[in-house]
Protein backbone atom coordinates (compact mmCIF):
# COMPACT_ATOMS: atom_id res chain seq x y z
CA UNK A 1 0.00 0.00 0.00
CA UNK A 2 1.25 3.53 -0.92
CA UNK A 3 0.91 6.40 2.03
CA UNK A 4 1.53 10.41 1.52
CA UNK A 5 2.23 12.65 4.82
CA UNK A 6 -0.22 15.10 4.14
CA UNK A 7 2.15 17.75 6.15
CA UNK A 8 5.70 17.34 4.97
CA UNK A 9 4.04 15.42 1.07
CA UNK A 10 6.48 11.73 1.68
CA UNK A 11 5.05 9.22 -0.02
CA UNK A 12 6.06 5.54 1.13
CA UNK A 13 5.43 1.68 0.54
CA UNK A 14 4.18 -0.39 3.27
CA UNK A 15 2.95 -3.82 4.03
CA UNK A 16 1.53 -2.40 7.03
CA UNK A 17 -1.58 -0.36 7.75
CA UNK A 18 -0.61 3.20 8.41
CA UNK A 19 -2.68 4.79 11.12
CA UNK A 20 -1.89 8.96 12.20
CA UNK A 21 -3.17 11.69 11.41
CA UNK A 22 -0.86 13.08 8.65
CA UNK A 23 -0.96 10.04 6.48
CA UNK A 24 -3.49 9.37 3.90
CA UNK A 25 -3.28 6.35 1.44
CA UNK A 26 -2.74 7.36 -1.92
CA UNK A 27 -5.07 5.64 -4.66
CA UNK A 28 -4.22 5.10 -7.78
CA UNK A 29 -6.23 7.01 -10.48
CA UNK A 30 -6.31 7.30 -14.15
CA UNK A 31 -5.68 10.23 -16.55
CA UNK A 32 -6.78 10.96 -19.69
CA UNK A 33 -4.70 12.69 -21.81
CA UNK A 34 -7.13 15.75 -21.72
CA UNK A 35 -7.28 15.88 -17.91
CA UNK A 36 -3.63 16.04 -18.28
CA UNK A 37 -3.17 18.90 -20.39
CA UNK A 38 -6.03 20.76 -18.70
CA UNK A 39 -4.01 20.44 -15.01
CA UNK A 40 -0.55 20.81 -16.89
CA UNK A 41 -0.75 24.64 -15.85
CA UNK A 42 -2.28 24.27 -12.48
CA UNK A 43 0.41 22.18 -11.01
CA UNK A 44 3.60 24.05 -12.61
CA UNK A 45 1.54 26.88 -10.42
CA UNK A 46 0.98 24.41 -7.48
CA UNK A 47 4.71 23.02 -7.34
CA UNK A 48 6.42 26.55 -7.77
CA UNK A 49 4.31 28.06 -4.13
CA UNK A 50 5.21 24.68 -2.32
CA UNK A 51 8.29 24.59 -0.11
CA UNK A 52 8.49 21.40 0.55
CA UNK A 53 9.04 18.39 -2.59
CA UNK A 54 7.94 15.09 -2.68
CA UNK A 55 10.04 11.74 -2.00
CA UNK A 56 8.90 8.15 -2.93
CA UNK A 57 10.61 5.89 -0.33
CA UNK A 58 10.03 2.30 -0.87
CA UNK A 59 11.07 0.83 2.34
CA UNK A 60 10.76 -3.04 1.57
CA UNK A 61 13.46 -2.38 -0.97
CA UNK A 62 15.96 -1.48 0.93
CA UNK A 63 18.48 -3.86 3.25
CA UNK A 64 18.57 -4.00 7.03
CA UNK A 65 21.44 -1.65 6.75
CA UNK A 66 19.98 0.88 4.51
CA UNK A 67 16.62 0.92 7.00
CA UNK A 68 18.94 1.21 10.08
CA UNK A 69 20.68 4.57 8.52
CA UNK A 70 17.71 5.84 6.92
CA UNK A 71 16.09 5.94 10.39
CA UNK A 72 18.93 7.40 11.69
CA UNK A 73 18.75 10.41 9.03
CA UNK A 74 15.41 11.02 9.79
CA UNK A 75 16.50 11.13 13.43
CA UNK A 76 14.22 7.81 14.33
CA UNK A 77 15.97 5.61 17.33
CA UNK A 78 15.60 2.20 16.53
CA UNK A 79 15.42 -0.25 19.65
CA UNK A 80 16.84 -3.18 20.28
CA UNK A 81 13.22 -5.15 19.65
CA UNK A 82 12.75 -2.72 16.08
CA UNK A 83 16.13 -3.98 15.03
CA UNK A 84 15.07 -8.12 15.42
CA UNK A 85 14.24 -8.55 11.63
CA UNK A 86 13.57 -6.24 8.14
CA UNK A 87 9.01 -6.21 9.02
CA UNK A 88 9.85 -4.71 12.64
CA UNK A 89 12.80 -1.92 11.35
CA UNK A 90 9.81 -0.76 9.11
CA UNK A 91 6.91 -0.98 11.23
CA UNK A 92 9.48 1.19 13.55
CA UNK A 93 10.27 3.96 10.86
CA UNK A 94 6.36 3.94 9.74
CA UNK A 95 4.84 4.67 13.45
CA UNK A 96 7.88 7.03 13.78
CA UNK A 97 7.12 8.93 10.62
CA UNK A 98 3.53 9.08 11.49
Excluded: C
Excluded at 43 to 52: I, L, M, R
Excluded at 63 to 87: P, V
Amino acid sequence: MRYKNTQTGAIIDSPFKIHGENWEEVKAKATTEDDSSKNADQKTDENQNEEYFEEEIDLESMTNKELEKFAEEQGIKLTTEDKKNKDTRIAAIVKAIG
